[in-house]
């Protein structure tokens, strides 16, 4: 079992970090290797809210379903993949830190099922690309509240 945890201060108000990061449609401008995020049935982020993904992981296209199984406005998202070839979860907790928000986020996945490579090979791989990803949030938000002041 492979699990990761990131943190992340951004330069932007709460409200502005949940909303962003909570719409699944803005997936594949900041997540790597997101080729589609398409809420199903609503556009309308909630517990319970399924969404398809398809991304690129290794080199492999992955088309998963999942679900939102919590939401707590400005404050907590999670998230479950419910079938694909990679079972995993992923949590962000949101907090009022320096003016911004510190984004905290908690990954578990079970490599076992879909690759026949280690586990270590896949986590690294991994923190690489939620290392990388979460820059471009960064990024992204940051200068949306530059442009906006």
């Known amino acids: 079992m492979i699990r990761l945890d990131f943190t992340q201060e951004i330069k932007a108000p709460v409200?502005?970090?949940?909303?962003?990061?909570?719409?699944?449609?803005?997936?594949?401008?900041?997540?790597?290797?997101?080729?589609?995020?398409?809420?199903?049935?609503?556009?309308?982020?909630r517990v319970g809210t399924k969404v398809k993904m398809v991304r690129l992981l290794m080199g492999e296209r992955l088309e998963s379903t999942g679900t939102v199984t919590e939401f707590?406005?400005?404050?907590?998202?999670a998230f479950k993949s419910t079938s694909g070839p990679v079972r995993f979860s992923m949590s962000h907790t949101f907090s009022a830190v320096n003016g911004g928000t510190r984004l905290d986020t908690h990954l578990e996945m079970d490599p076992a099922d879909f690759m026949q490579v280690s586990e270590g090979m896949v986590a690294a791989s991994l923190k690489q690309q939620f290392s990388a990803q979460e820059q471009k949030l960064k990024e992204i938000l940051e200068r949306r509240s530059r442009d906006e002041n």
Request: charged letters at 25%; zero cysteines; glycine letters at 2%.
């Open 15 to 45: 409200v502005r970090v949940f909303n962003y990061v909570t719409d699944f449609r803005n997936a594949a401008e900041w997540q790597d290797g997101v080729v589609e995020s398409t809420p199903i049935k609503s556009s309308r982020t």
């Open 72 to 77: 707590v406005q400005n404050q907590k998202f």
